[in-house]
T-cell receptor, first 110, second 112 residues
Framework: SQQGEEDPQALSIQEGENATMNCSYK?????LQWYRQNSGRGLVHLIL?????REKHSGRLRVTLDTSKKSSSLLITASRAADTASYFC??????????FGTGTRLTIIP | DGGITQSPKYLFRKEGQNVTLSCEQN?????MYWYRQDPGQGLRLIYY???????QKGDIAEGYSVSREKKESFPLTVTSAQKNPTAFYLC???????????FGAGTRLSVL
């Protein structure tokens, strides 16, 4: 069964605004990753945050991790039309697999 | 170009038929994975392999089979026992298990 939940399920914002999506999980993680999926395509890795890290940045992306609340957030700043995609968190629980969240479908309105 | 190649892009299955989806990688990765994605849903793990000639069931292995005879190849067979095979199938590989995964472009399987 999936152990990752994301919210919101869908998000529509105006171009230039910031987008925030959240991921929650149930048991302790080794690391948490965020992936992007354009419609009908494969997933692309965005960023990895380890359990002993609290925040990471990559370009316009900012990821936070709160292990006490078992949650992570992905912030995309100054959104662009090309950011329209589905975003998934993926948890590594210390074994050989990743468990993916349910995804957030982001639409950027030009 | 380094990466993961899935073929075909679209596949149609007749009732009672087995079909095989191809996944090839030239990233020299040890671990490979197969996922199923239903419309508007996340990814569910079907099978994964950490090393040649070894593989493990994921969360939804029933009705599927795999082989790992070569490091670069991890084909998935959707058998006639899988009664609801219509989905988007994604293959991925990783340099070490639990770490960053690299995905192919996917195969969309439909039933005739």
């Amino acid at each position: 069964s999936q152990q990752g939940e994301e919210d919101p399920q869908a998000l529509s914002i105006q171009e230039g605004e910031n987008a925030t999506m959240n991921c929650s999980y149930k048991t302790s993680i080794n690391n948490l990753q965020w992936y992007r999926q354009n419609s009908g395509r494969g997933l692309v890795h965005l960023i990895l945050i380890r359990s002993n890290e609290r925040e990471k940045h990559s370009g316009r992306l900012r990821v936070t991790l709160d292990t006490s609340k078992k949650s992570s957030s992905l912030l995309i700043t100054a959104s662009r039309a090309a950011d329209t995609a589905s975003y998934f968190c993926a948890m590594n629980f210390g074994n050989e697999k990743l468990t993916f969240g349910t995804g957030t479908r982001l639409t950027i309105i030009p | 170009d380094g990466g993961i190649t899935q073929s075909p892009k679209y596949l149609f299955r007749k009732e009672g038929q087995n079909v095989t989806l191809s996944c090839e990688q030239n990233l020299n990765h040890d671990a490979m994975y197969w996922y199923r994605q239903d419309p508007g849903q996340g990814l569910r793990l079907i099978y994964y392999s950490q090393i040649v000639n070894d593989f493990q069931k994921g969360d939804i292995a029933e009705g599927y089979s795999v082989s790992r005879e070569k490091k670069e190849s991890f084909p998935l067979t959707v058998t006639s026992a899988q009664k609801n095979p219509t989905a988007f199938y994604l293959c991925a590989s990783s340099g070490s298990t639990g770490n960053i995964q690299y995905f192919g472009a996917g195969t969309r399987l439909s039933v005739l």
